[in-house]
């Protein structure tokens, strides 16, 4: 988890040094902004918290927002069994963050690996993984999900590794193309002659040379995993109670729609400048570091 | 013509046999399959019939092939609810599903491919920039929570339409809204960096400095090749027709083939559940047999060499 941020905040940094350019536009700046408030939410969430996310105030049930008549008591509001909303928010940031974080590198490890076995054994074994790259694009990722979970029953590891499935096959189309390329490259070949094993081939030389359009990609598809985790919690069939995340609030706070909006609207907006800032963030490095990713 | 024909419709069926293979597998994992489909209070000769009829006494391989035969003659198990054969079940609610998707498939090609081709080619300008602001909008917003605003919008503040159900024309506005901005807003994103990626290229320099007009340039040149991409999402978009829309029609308790899968899955009826999947497979994979077949008739190149990856 702490590694976690540095693997979207290091291209920033060691971004290639153009000085004729600015920085990046105020909208990406937002983006880092919100994404670097979330994580120390998420980081911080024991201390930050009001409360407990399971409390019970029983005589401040369904209690509104300040702003709309509601207490600084509590902030945000609380729901139908006097639960704080803020508090509820601040733990279902971090699961969704955790479930996100956690999918999408299991997502590009496991892409990755396959795609650079395929461009190292080529034959029976390429011809294998683009067979199961064929076949995961072949269902939308969703009822796939669904179809495991409904076999498997549900956990929060179940739910992490299978979210983790998502967009495998697009670093895996990713990594197998450029380590093709790469291999025809003579600083390959010069590793290869030199006596390398393939670990140290790919791992020290065709990676951190194809490093910055993985990054790209995990950059996008990390927004998709956060909305395909808020989807099944909203179906009820993600995150599971008492644990909670932004999906499993928004569909809990459905209920309410007419009497307690609030309860449903908090983790609606946080879901949507999160995917909102992480999407920005992603263009603006594919722009930056990748012109050749559309 | 006909080699590429033949290639695409092996791989086709390729891949329908691996999402078989793969429901055995899970399938098989997950437990004894014939308790499972027949449910944990079936009587004990009805569970040993099945195993019989569907061969589960039988080794893995043999099983296997025996799977395949059943589901090949269309024997797809029965719901463990109401023990009606779950491919009836899945048939009767396709129409109420293409009743919202086929409607906000029209919005999404209506709207979204117009507006991501002026967007690209009035790049940078203000009506670009709010096409732009409205495609990532869309694509953030997840249909859920757009679905849950429009309910309390125009159902609970306004009271102009109904929030759920299905009983008359005027319930299925809000769910086709939602369905089409979200693909609308996609689409217009694709189309605008495939239109913006075909424009840079050399041969529309040529063009136009050869003296086309700017206006053909952009029909006879432009927009032929940008179709390319454009058509592989929206073959995606006919493929998820079936399926599509999972989550909105949970939001709006619209009876589909969604709604049903969410049920089945909660109650893990799994026959149900494979069969919705395998249906939505074969229809996915029509859906990009039909793409893969238009690229030959839009790009004369890819009639001959089998595609590597997708472009």
């Known amino acids: 988890m702490p590694e976690a941020p540095l693997t979207v905040a290091a291209p920033a ?9 600015a920085g990046p536009p105020p ?29 019970l105030d029983l005589r401040n049930r369904l209690s509104p927002p300040i702003g709309f008549g509601g207490a600084w008591l509590h902030p945000l509001g609380t729901d139908e069994l006097g639960r704080d909303v803020l508090a509820r928010l601040i733990y279902s940031i971090r ?87 790469a291999g025809a490259q003579g600083y390959a070949a010069a590793v290869r002659q030199l006596g390398a094993t393939p670990w140290r081939l790919y791992g020290r030389h065709v990676l951190p040379n194809i490093a910055s359009t993985l990054i790209v990609s995990m950059t996008l598809a990390f927004p998709e995993i956060i909305l395909l985790e808020s989807g099944l919690s909203f179906l009820g069939l993600g995150v599971q109670p008492p644990a909670t995340s932004l999906g499993s609030m928004v569909g809990y706070g459905r209920e309410y729609l007419t009497r307690a909006p609030w309860i449903l609207l908090a983790p609606a907006i946080t879901i949507v400048l999160t995917t909102l800032s992480v999407s920005l963030i992603g263009d603006w490095l594919r722009d930056r570091l990748d012109p050749t990713l559309r | 013509m006909l080699r590429f024909l033949a290639f695409r419709l092996a791989r086709a069926a390729l891949t329908i046999a691996m999402v078989v293979t793969f429901a055995f597998i899970v399938l098989r994992m997950s437990g004894d399959p014939a308790q499972i489909i027949m449910g944990a209070d079936a009587p004990p000769e009805a569970v040993d019939a099945f195993r019989t009829a569907w061969g589960l006494d039988r080794p893995l391989w043999e099983q296997y092939f025996h799977y395949f035969g059943a589901i090949l003659s269309g024997d797809l ?15 009767e609610r396709i129409p109420a599903t293409l009743a919202l998707t086929i409607p906000a498939l029209l919005i999404k090609v209506g709207i979204g491919v117009p507006a991501g ?35 309390l919008v125009f159902a609970v503040q306004l009271g102009w339409l109904p929030s759920g159900g299905q009983e008359s024309w005027r319930h299925a506005i809000l769910p086709i809204i ?36 700017w206006r053909m340039v952009v029909t006879n040149h432009a927009l032929p090749n940008a179709a390319i991409p454009t058509v592989t999402i929206i073959g995606f978009m ?72 997708t472009a």
């Open chain 2, 178 to 213: 939602t369905l089409g901005v979200g693909g609308a807003a996609v689409l217009a994103r694709f189309t605008r960096s495939a239109m913006l990626e075909v424009l840079g290229q050399p041969f529309i320099r040529t063009a136009s400095a050869k003296g086309v007009p």
């Open chain 2, 117 to 151: 081709i002026y967007a690209a080619l009035h790049r940078n300008s203000l009506a670009d920039r709010i096409v732009m602001v409205i495609a990532v909008a869309g694509f953030t917003v997840p249909s859920f929570v757009l679905g849950l605003i429009l309910v």
């Open chain 1, 95 to 181: 699961t969704s963050l955790l479930i996100a974080f956690g999918a999408t590198i299991i997502g590009a490890l496991v892409g990755t690996s396959l795609g650079f076995l395929a461009a190292h054994f080529r034959g029976l074994v390429e011809q294998a993984v683009m067979a199961l790259v064929d076949f995961s694009a072949s269902i939308p990722f969703l009822i796939l999900a669904l179809a495991v979970l409904a076999f498997f029953g549900n956990s929060m590891v179940l739910l992490i590794c299978l979210l983790g499935l998502h967009a495998w096959e697009r670093y895996a189309r990713i990594a197998r193309g450029l380590a093709l390329s």
């Open chain 1, 27 to 55: 909208m990406v700046l937002f983006g880092f902004g919100w994404l670097a408030l979330m994580l120390a939410v998420a980081l911080l969430a024991d201390v930050v918290s009001p409360y407990a996310y399971t409390a």
């Open chain 2, 238 to 309: 006919v493929g998820s027709l079936i399926a599509g829309a999972v989550v909105v029609e949970s939001v709006f308790s619209w009876p589909g083939v969604g709604r049903l899968l969410v049920v089945a899955v909660s109650n893990r009826d799994l026959a149900v559940v494979q069969c919705i999947l395998l249906l939505v497979a074969c229809t996915m994979v029509v859906a990009n047999l039909v793409v893969d077949l238009l690229y030959g008739l839009l790009d004369p190149r890819l009639r001959s060499a089998p595609r590597q990856a």
């Open chain 2, 77 to 91: 198990g029965r719901s463990m609810r109401d023990g009606r054969d779950a491919i009836v079940l899945v048939a």
């Open chain 1, 13 to 21: 940094t060691a971004a290639p040094p153009r000085p004729a350019r």
